[in-house]
């Protein structure tokens, strides 16, 4: 069985039939952490091949440099075998490719015994590697790619129940989508009250270099009170001015900034 955005479809004809002639066709397996092998008789090799693959447009200007950017290679079978041993579960019977960002792939993973799982990886124009794994809860995650049998950054994490927003926003009346607008602006305004003491990015202590590791405050509360972490530091940004066109592979000062002048002399330098 294929499945096309929210669309499950008997079988590949009616996935081509049915999806847009712009996107390629988005392929689930079943009993991939045993044999790799496809739901449906297709060729296996442009199947998996999809998995790796930016599946979810194109581009009118440098598409080869794009596509590669956004092209991860990684082993499906130990992935699985890994989400499935993390979650207590026998086997993956089934992977899908549910979404697929600028700087992410995501997939369903359902185990043998009916649980689900989400599995994310991020693509090479994500950041430095090791460095842009996000670490929600979750059930396993790795962030050195050449350390691991997948052969790239993963994370594996709780499914959430529920709808997607998208598929309810437009069928909402006025008042509930206000409100909807509130609830944002109130999270935002929690985090806007929060002032680090320094521009770039949050990282674990130990991935830093010695030098970075201070004695320096990680941020300020709402209340003016200075807040140390044993375990986080701020270090250099991972912002895509200092990583976009060739940029990343630039020795440059990414910071960390102590004052957004200094931020933007770093950008424009």
Known sequence: ???????????????????????????SFHDISR??????????????????RFTSGRWLWGEPQQLACR???????????LAASAIGSKSCV?????????????????????????????????????????IPRVYAWNSRASENPVGAEYIIMEKQAGVMFSDVWESMK???????????????????????????ALYYKNDLPVMLNTTTPLYVDENGNEAHSAKFRIGPTNHRAFFDFGRGELDIDRGPSRSTSQGVHLRSS
């Open 71 to 81: 092209y991860v290679k990684f082993d499906m079978s130990n992935l699985l075998e």
């Open 94 to 134: 089934q992977v899908v490719k549910i979404s697929e960002g600028q700087y992410n792939k995501v997939f369903l993973l359902t185990m043998s015994d009916g649980r689900e799982a989400i599995a994310k990886l991020p693509n090479p124009n994500a950041g430095r590697p090791h460095f842009t794994t996000a």
């Open 35 to 52: 044999s790799i092998q496809p739901f449906v008789s297709t060729d296996s090799k442009h199947d998996l091949e999809a998995l790796n």
């Open 1 to 27: 069985m294929f499945r096309w955005g929210n669309t499950l479809v008997p079988n590949l004809a009616e996935c081509i039939k049915q999806r847009p002639p712009r996107y390629e066709k988005r392929t």
């Open 174 to 200: 006025g008042k509930q989508k206000a409100q909807i607008v509130l609830q944002v602006v109130d999270i935002e305004k929690i985090l806007a009250s929060t002032k680090f003491t320094k521009l770039g």
